[in-house]
């Protein structure tokens, strides 16, 4: 803390470095009034004043006794401590400097305005909110429409108390902030009577589009909007023309208004319910601003505004939108994911993904306690107190709000599926229903989705599919555990990691007379997938290193040549064809694997197979060298090339068991498009028509020969909605990353129920 830090400061000697004597919304606040953005004008107590209440009262002690005893997942447990520290925090006196220096602060901005009593909102800032990495999004208590300096002192002493809120301490545990070493400011700002309040965001916060700007307007004051009480209207304006996309106007019956006597709800006049809260050159203006705010900060700003009776704009609070994830991509909404469930109704799209469970309907607070691991949440709004609740959910949804809603804040943050302002998902939807949430796409359906959340799946024991589901794996230290998963066995082990572990280029080793040494290695990699999995088949892909990958081995540039496009080059089965003494390595593993270990569930692939004409050389080579086909020892070829779609009839007829489709090659080159070239990847669609019609081909022409079809591409994984086709069309199998296993099965298990009704 700096040195001779006062009890208080006002908005014009805060800057943004401030941040830790006047927490995160105080110095944003004095951080706008000074780069000249219309805010309200006020003072901020600083942390030094918090700091020196607690120890003038000696609270930190009997504090820390009533914590150190809590368990903060036990929510009565939680709640009677929470009163306990409250109770002693409002019953201690304000040192009499700080009170003088608020009194005094208070009368000052009367004066500015030629009045006696001015309204304020005092509101918590807390040095651990608003940060780049957490939104504290409601855990410390407002107070509006305050009036009068010792009613001014009493809310600021709330606010210090609001620390130690149930919902603020639970918060402060799971986020690991030590709770005496949050300090406390209080921002006391004089208020607008809000005509008109928003909240305005510099990104898209449910699709990440960083081109958009997205602005929220509702009839009255802020809390109604940032609560969830009332639904607003959305403004969606691109960022670099600045003009509007998307707007959508919604009935609006209720507001929240200031008068004399304190904050009430009345009904909002018949002629304004459905009249559009800003016009067109209005939100074309809160963009402008909040446009230089996000450029001033340089990065993504999650702003409040408000409008009043004159038409005069406001803002009163700016922090960064800590929900953004920087490597997630984009999500279109106009591309919305098919399901192909019945919906049953929609509202806005608050928190990206899709999400399945039994629904929990939560009509107040004190019913939280049924709220499950896994169920899926349904209330009229959430507040605050819903936290500990929205944390084990896979999915919420809400009657009310916006996508600045509490609820759509928290779900982002928490990476929870939400949909808000529904109206009547609390009619419509029964307790007990199973019901998918789509967060991207605002949609709720009926029956289990296609997509689960991974990290709030229950563990299930092994569920048994006709369709088998593999796994992709290639790292022989992760056998063991990932063995232990609900997996049929290995649909590609690939050879990669482990050629890159043995770190020379196999040409040097031959030249070096180092086979057996190289043969070794390979097999005791081999081994621990095969021992581990066993009598689970295992499917090794023979290596499909390029030219490139080559060469990064030792000796590899003596070897290999410069191509320029190395995932069209020397590779796969011609590599294999032209360098047999290499490829007869491997074989040689695998029979030292199968023969002396007697390990019989190791099979074999072939990768990138151009035409019949080199399956029919690769299967003599794999003969030559005494691997014969048999009922235990099945040969495979990936079909990730057109000629593999084209041909498929001749490949069989070569005399096969089984095909192995490579999404990821086969949508590049059925596009036409490199995937490794930045410029065009975005086009790489695994769901363009073309690619489908190709896999379902596969998979039909397969199973009407009598040989085994899988995938083993990527796009199962990514594409969840893909997998109910795969099973519709036949296929015998489906590999994916260990990360996709639990959720994959229960999408093969609800779509072989589908195919059966």
Same mark, same amino acid.
């Given at each position: 803390?700096?040195?001779?830090?006062?009890?208080?400061?006002?908005?014009?000697?805060?800057?943004?470095?401030?941040?830790?004597?006047?927490?995160?919304?105080?110095?944003?606040?004095?951080?706008?009034?000074?780069?000249?953005?219309?805010?309200?004008?006020?003072?901020c107590?600083?942390?030094?004043?918090?700091?020196?209440?607690?120890?003038?009262?000696?609270?930190?002690?009997?504090? *820390?006794?009533?914590?150190?005893?809590?368990?903060?997942?036990?929510?009565?447990?939680?709640?009677?401590?929470?009163?306990?520290?409250?109770?002693?925090?409002?019953?201690?006196?304000?040192?009499?400097?700080?009170?003088?220096?608020?009194?005094?602060?208070?009368?000052?901005?009367?004066?500015?305005?030629?009045?006696?009593?001015?309204?304020?909102a005092?509101?918590?800032?807390a040095t651990?909110?608003?940060?780049?990495?957490?939104?504290?999004?409601?855990?410390?208590d407002?107070?509006?429409?305050?009036?009068?300096?010792?009613?001014?002192?009493e809310?600021?002493?709330?606010?210090?108390?609001?620390?130690?809120?149930?919902?603020?301490?639970?918060?402060?545990?799971?986020?690991?902030?030590d709770?005496?070493?949050?300090?406390?400011?209080?921002p006391?700002?004089?208020?607008?009577?809000?005509?008109?309040?928003?909240?305005?965001?510099?990104?898209?916060?449910?699709?990440n589009?960083?081109?958009?700007?997205?602005v929220?307007?509702?009839w009255?004051?802020?809390?109604?909007?940032?609560?969830?009480?009332?639904?607003?209207?959305?403004?969606?304006?691109?960022?670099?023309?600045?003009?509007?996309?998307?707007?959508?106007?919604?009935?609006?019956?209720?507001?929240?208004?200031?008068?004399? =006597?304190?904050?009430?709800?009345?009904?909002?006049?018949?002629?304004?319910?459905?009249?559009?809260?800003?016009?067109?050159?209005?939100?074309?203006?809160?963009?402008?601003?909040?446009?230089?705010?996000h450029?001033?900060?340089?990065r993504?700003?999650?702003?409040?505004?408000?409008?009043?009776?004159?038409? *005069?704009?406001?803002?009163?609070?700016?922090?960064?939108?800590?929900?953004?994830?920087?490597s997630?991509?984009?999500?279109?909404?106009?591309?919305? $994911?098919?399901?192909?469930?019945?919906?049953?109704?929609?509202?806005?799209a608050?928190?990206?993904?899709?999400?399945?469970?039994?629904?929990?309907?939560?009509?107040?607070?004190?019913?939280?306690n049924?709220?499950?691991?896994?169920?899926?949440?349904?209330?009229?709004?959430?507040?605050?107190?819903?936290?500990?609740?929205?944390?084990? $959910?896979?999915?919420?949804?809400?009657?009310?709000?916006?996508?600045?809603?509490?609820?759509?804040?928290?779900?982002?943050?928490?990476?929870?599926?939400?949909v808000?302002?529904?109206? *009547?998902?609390?009619?419509?939807?029964?307790?007990?229903?199973?019901?998918?949430?789509?967060?991207?796409?605002?949609?709720?359906?009926?029956?289990?989705?296609?997509?689960?959340?991974?990290?709030?799946?229950?563990?299930?024991?092994?569920?048994?599919?006709?369709?088998?589901?593999?796994?992709?794996?290639?790292?022989?230290?992760?056998?063991?555990?990932?063995?232990?998963k609900?997996?049929?066995?290995?649909?590609?082990?690939?050879?990669?990691?482990?050629?890159?572990?043995?770190?020379?280029?196999?040409?040097?080793?031959?030249?070096?007379?180092?086979?057996?040494?190289?043969?070794?290695?390979l097999?005791?990699?081999?081994?621990?997938?095969?021992?581990?999995?066993?009598?689970?088949?295992?499917?090794?892909?023979?290596?499909?290193?390029?030219?490139?990958?080559?060469?990064?081995?030792?000796?590899?540039?003596?070897?290999?040549?410069?191509?320029?496009?190395?995932?069209?080059?020397?590779?796969?089965?011609l590599?294999?064809?032209?360098s047999?003494?290499?490829?007869?390595?491997?074989?040689?593993?695998?029979?030292?694997?199968?023969n002396?270990?007697?390990?019989?569930?190791?099979?074999?692939?072939?990768?990138?197979?151009?035409?019949p004409?080199?399956l029919?050389?690769?299967?003599?080579?794999?003969?030559?060298?005494?691997?014969?086909?048999?009922?235990?020892?099945?040969?495979?070829?990936?079909?990730?090339?057109?000629?593999?779609?084209?041909?498929?009839d001749k490949?069989?007829?070569?005399?096969?068991?089984?095909?192995?489709?490579?999404?990821?090659?086969?949508?590049?080159?059925?596009?036409?498009?490199?995937? =490794?070239?930045?410029?065009?990847?975005?086009?790489?669609?695994?769901? =363009?028509p073309?690619?489908?019609?190709?896999?379902?081909?596969?998979?039909?022409?397969?199973?009407k020969?009598?040989?085994?079809?899988?995938?083993?591409?990527?796009a199962?994984?990514?594409?969840?909605?893909?997998?109910?086709?795969?099973?519709?069309w036949g296929?015998?199998?489906?590999?994916?990353?260990?990360?996709?296993?639990?959720r994959?099965?229960?999408?093969?298990?609800?779509?072989?129920?589908?195919?059966?009704?």
């Amino acid at each position: 803390m700096k040195n001779n830090v006062p009890n208080l400061l006002w908005f014009k000697d805060i800057r943004f470095e401030d941040i830790s004597i006047v927490g995160g919304k105080g110095g944003n606040l004095g951080e706008m009034y000074n780069i000249d953005i219309p805010v309200p004008n006020g003072f901020c107590t600083t942390t030094k004043a918090y700091f020196k209440f607690i120890d003038a009262n000696g609270l930190k002690p009997k504090i *820390k006794a009533i914590l150190d005893i809590t368990n903060v997942d036990n929510p009565d447990e939680l709640s009677r401590s929470s009163a306990k520290i409250r109770k002693l925090v409002k019953s201690s006196p304000v040192p009499d400097d700080i009170a003088r220096d608020i009194m005094n602060a208070y009368k000052k901005l009367c004066s500015f305005g030629g009045l006696n009593d001015v309204p304020v909102a005092v509101r918590t800032s807390a040095t651990a909110e608003d940060s780049a990495d957490a939104s504290f999004a409601g855990q410390g208590d407002t107070f509006l429409n305050v009036i009068g300096e010792a009613n001014v002192v009493e809310k600021v002493r709330a606010c210090w108390s609001s620390l130690f809120t149930a919902r603020s301490l639970f918060y402060q545990v799971k986020n690991k902030y030590d709770h005496f070493k949050i300090g406390v400011a209080v921002p006391v700002q004089k208020m607008v009577q809000s005509e008109v309040s928003g909240i305005c965001f510099t990104i898209n916060p449910v699709n990440n589009n960083k081109n958009e700007i997205v602005v929220e307007t509702i009839w009255g004051l802020g809390e109604y909007i940032v609560q969830g009480i009332v639904t607003p209207d959305q403004h969606i304006i691109d960022k670099g023309s600045l003009e509007i996309k998307q707007e959508n106007h919604v009935h609006q019956d209720i507001q929240l208004l200031r008068f004399n =006597d304190g904050n009430k709800e009345v009904k909002v006049p018949k002629y304004k319910q459905n009249k559009s809260k800003i016009d067109h050159k209005m939100a074309i203006k809160i963009a402008k601003i909040a446009l230089k705010l996000h450029n001033h900060y340089g990065r993504a700003q999650d702003i409040e505004f408000a409008i009043d009776n004159k038409g *005069k704009l406001y803002f009163v609070q700016t922090r960064p939108v800590t929900t953004v994830a920087s490597s997630q991509k984009s999500i279109d909404q106009q591309n919305p $994911v098919d399901l192909d469930l019945k919906l049953l109704l929609e509202g806005q799209a608050a928190s990206p993904g899709i999400g399945s469970g039994l629904a929990v309907i939560i009509n107040n607070p004190s019913e939280l306690n049924r709220v499950q691991k896994g169920q899926i949440l349904i209330t009229d709004m959430t507040t605050p107190d819903f936290v500990p609740a929205m944390k084990k $959910v896979n999915g919420i949804i809400t009657n009310k709000g916006g996508q600045t809603s509490h609820a759509a804040i928290v779900g982002r943050e928490l990476g929870v599926p939400c949909v808000v302002g529904t109206d *009547k998902a609390t009619k419509i939807i029964k307790e007990g229903d199973l019901i998918t949430v789509d967060g991207t796409n605002g949609k709720i359906y009926q029956g289990q989705s296609q997509t689960i959340k991974t990290n709030t799946l229950k563990k299930t024991p092994f569920k048994k599919t006709a369709t088998k589901l593999y796994v992709n794996l290639g790292e022989p230290e992760l056998a063991k555990e990932i063995s232990k998963k609900d997996t049929d066995g290995i649909g590609l082990l690939r050879a990669e990691f482990m050629i890159a572990n043995i770190g020379i280029h196999p040409k040097r080793i031959i030249q070096e007379g180092r086979e057996k040494e190289y043969i070794q290695k390979l097999a005791d990699g081999l081994l621990q997938f095969c021992k581990n999995f066993n009598p689970r088949p295992v499917i090794y892909r023979a290596t499909d290193f390029k030219t490139n990958e080559y060469r990064y081995l030792k000796w590899g540039k003596l070897y290999e040549p410069e191509e320029p496009n190395p995932l069209l080059g020397f590779r796969g089965a011609l590599r294999y064809i032209n360098s047999p003494e290499v490829f007869n390595m491997e074989l040689e593993a695998i029979k030292l694997v199968r023969n002396k270990h007697n390990l019989k569930n190791l099979w074999l692939m072939i990768p990138f197979c151009r035409s019949p004409q080199e399956l029919i050389k690769i299967k003599k080579l794999i003969n030559d060298a005494g691997l014969l086909r048999s009922p235990s020892f099945k040969l495979f070829m990936m079909a990730e090339i057109p000629s593999n779609v084209i041909l498929l009839d001749k490949f069989i007829d070569v005399g096969i068991d089984g095909i192995s489709i490579g999404s990821n090659d086969l949508t590049m080159l059925t596009l036409g498009l490199d995937r =490794d070239n930045a410029e065009i990847a975005r086009e790489f669609n695994e769901l =363009d028509p073309a690619v489908l019609w190709s896999l379902k081909r596969l998979i039909t022409k397969s199973k009407k020969r009598g040989i085994m079809v899988g995938i083993c591409g990527q796009a199962p994984s990514n594409y969840p909605e893909l997998v109910q086709k795969l099973v519709k069309w036949g296929i015998t199998s489906i590999s994916v990353s260990p990360d996709a296993l639990q959720r994959t099965r229960e999408i093969v298990a609800w779509a072989e129920q589908k195919r059966l009704n």
